[in-house]
């Protein structure tokens, strides 16, 4: 609400607080003008605390306040500039007296200005304020907060759902990859096999044909011509030919030997790989335990016993399926428990 208030002393009051608001402590002092003895420093913060008793008047709305208090507050503030002006044209001649009693001046009306000036400054100031705005700013924030809260909550949530999700994935994607790299192992290894199988088959194949090549040689240009004494011509042309023969077949037969080994042990692990191939479709195909168990068992038995491949006369020492079984059970149940 707005007190009708003369122009007259409104006009006053502004052009006192226009004069007032241009004050500074610090032009007061005057060192160089005055001197140490004579100079202001010592009451620059009495100076200071008064002009910015003053200067509170410029932040209130001063149509509030009634016009007898104006009109106090001008004299006031007409005396407070007095007293300013005075400080400003003090000169050394004037002596320790007047400049003692122009400080005195601004520190005896001190309490007398802050009795009637305080008042109305903090008056003015909770009259200006908006309680119920600034409620209603402090309820919208709250409200902001809790609808921040909320959606932090929720994403919180909807993102520890993808990470368990993810993490799901991946230890399915692991599972695979594991029993992928094992067949991948397996693979390698039948590739290895296969490659000294044909390494070998080559050593047969130009060894065969060294021992042709030989003997023909040996017929058809080193003819066998009998002479006296019978016996020690014979061994004399034989015991070369027989001897490079024997080499020749003693070498087709190791690379033979070498042949069929690795070729059953490309056998052997193309079957181990092929039964980790095929382990998850099978296993994916249904939901029967005891049909995953069984292909389990069998994808089981294919790795860890050697089946035979044909290539190997000699009997092989195989591990005992139903121990393999067994141990497959009992991990098993481990697993399981």
């Not at 009051?13 to 005057?30: G, H, Q, T």
């Not at 020690?232 to 080994?261: D, E, M």
């Amino acid at each position: 609400m707005s007190i009708k208030i003369s122009s007259e002393t409104l006009d006053d009051f502004k052009n006192n607080l226009s004069e007032i608001e241009k004050f500074n402590a610090k032009d007061l002092i005057r060192r160089d003008e005055l001197g140490a003895e004579l100079n202001f420093a010592n009451a620059e913060e009495e100076f200071e605390t008064a002009i910015n008793l003053f200067k509170g008047l410029l932040d209130i709305d001063i149509m509030r306040v009634p016009e007898s208090k104006i009109q106090a507050l001008n004299n006031y503030m007409q005396t407070f500039i007095g007293y300013i002006n005075e400080i400003k044209s003090f000169s050394a001649i004037q002596g320790p007296n007047e400049h003692q009693r122009l400080i005195n001046n601004i520190t005896d009306q001190y309490d007398a200005w802050f009795s009637t000036i305080s008042p109305i400054v903090a008056y003015c100031t909770k009259a200006g304020t908006d309680y119920s705005a600034l409620q209603r700013q402090a309820q919208e924030c709250y409200t902001a907060l809790r609808e921040l809260q909320t959606k932090a909550t929720a994403t919180m949530k909807e993102k520890d759902t993808e990470a368990q999700n993810l993490l799901a994935s991946m230890k399915y994607a692991a599972n695979k990859v594991g029993v992928a790299q094992h067949s991948t192992n397996f693979e390698n290894a039948a590739e290895d096999f296969s490659n000294q199988k044909r390494f070998w088959m080559r050593w047969i194949f130009g060894t065969g044909i060294t021992i042709i090549v030989y003997s023909f040689a040996f017929f058809l240009c080193y003819p066998v011509t009998l002479e006296e004494p019978y016996f020690y011509h014979f061994l004399q042309l034989a015991l070369p030919r027989f001897t490079g023969l024997i080499v020749l077949f003693s070498w087709l037969i190791i690379c033979s030997k070498n042949y069929r080994a690795q070729a059953h042990n490309y056998i052997i692990n193309k079957n181990k790989q092929n039964a980790l191939s095929t382990f998850e479709t099978f296993v994916n195909a249904t939901n029967n335990e005891e049909i995953r168990n069984a292909v389990l068992l069998q994808t089981t038995k294919a790795i860890f016993s050697n089946s035979p491949s044909g290539y190997l006369k000699e009997n092989i020492s195989e591990n005992d399926p139903t121990q393999i079984i067994e141990i497959v059970k009992d991990m098993s149940k481990v697993m399981g428990n």
